[in-house]
Structure formats: structure tokens, C-alpha cells
């Protein structure tokens, strides 16, 4: 089992950056593939992007290419998102989330694979 903790959320204008990191409890953390979701209110949680175990493999949601960046540090347990050029459609409470049992070069985009989750991190865009 893995406890996830996520940080770095806050209030930023349109056009600004966020850094949010996942810290992942225990020594298994090299084993799962693990991903960011978010929710925006009214709305159902959904992948926003996904990276394999050795983090050689990364995927996004369309919406968000070329302006979120997924890496991880299994060395130090740890998952991020870096948030660039945000825009207010992105204002969402973020989710990090380990999915077990992936091969090596793997990535989950589907909810249901992912068998724990952080508490979030609320990311909120002003026009």
C-alpha cells in the first residue's frame, strides 16, 4: 500500500505556473505507474496525464499538451506537475494517483486502474 500526499496547489492569473509535487509513502514507489486527475466542480474527475514506472513513457490529456509536464523522482518518492500557461478551464482540485501491477514502460489513463489517491491539491485560475 502507498500513502500519497500532494502539494504546491494556490491561486495564480491566467498565463501563470504552478509547480505541484506527490509525495509517495513506502519503498515500493518504482512500481507503480502513477498519474495526475483533476475535478472541477459539477464535473467528474478525469486523466490529465500519466508517467511509466521508469519514466521513460509520458501521456497527456490533449487539452494540455505542451503546457503540463509529468516527471518523477523514484529516488526521492515523488511525482510532479509542472503547470504552465494556465488558463481559467483549468481552475480543478488535483488528484495524484498510483496504479499497481504496471509493466515497465506502461501508463494507465483510465480512473479505474488506479488503486490509490492523494487527498488533492485545489489549483484555481483568475482571468
Known amino acids: 500500500q502507498v500513502q500519497l500526499v500532494e502539494s504546491g496547489g494556490g491561486l495564480v492569473q491566467a498565463g501563470g505556473s504552478l509547480r505541484l509535487s506527490c509525495a509517495a509513502s513506502?519503498?515500493?514507489?518504482?512500481?507503480?505507474?502513477m498519474g495526475w486527475f483533476r475535478q472541477a466542480p459539477g464535473k467528474e474527475r478525469e486523466f490529465v496525464a500519466g508517467?511509466?514506472?521508469?519514466?521513460?513513457?509520458?501521456y497527456y490529456k490533449d487539452s494540455v499538451k505542451g503546457r503540463f509536464t509529468i516527471s518523477r523522482d523514484n529516488a526521492k518518492n515523488t511525482v510532479y506537475l509542472q503547470v504552465n500557461n494556465l488558463i481559467p478551464e483549468d481552475t480543478a482540485v488535483y488528484y495524484c494517483a498510483a496504479g499497481p501491477r504496471a509493466g515497465l514502460y506502461t501508463i494507465y489513463s483510465d480512473l479505474g486502474q488506479y488503486d490509490y489517491w492523494g487527498q488533492g491539491t485545489q489549483v484555481t485560475v483568475s482571468s
Open positions: 513506502g519503498r515500493t514507489f518504482s512500481t507503480y505507474c
Open positions: 508517467i511509466s514506472r521508469n519514466a521513460v513513457n509520458t
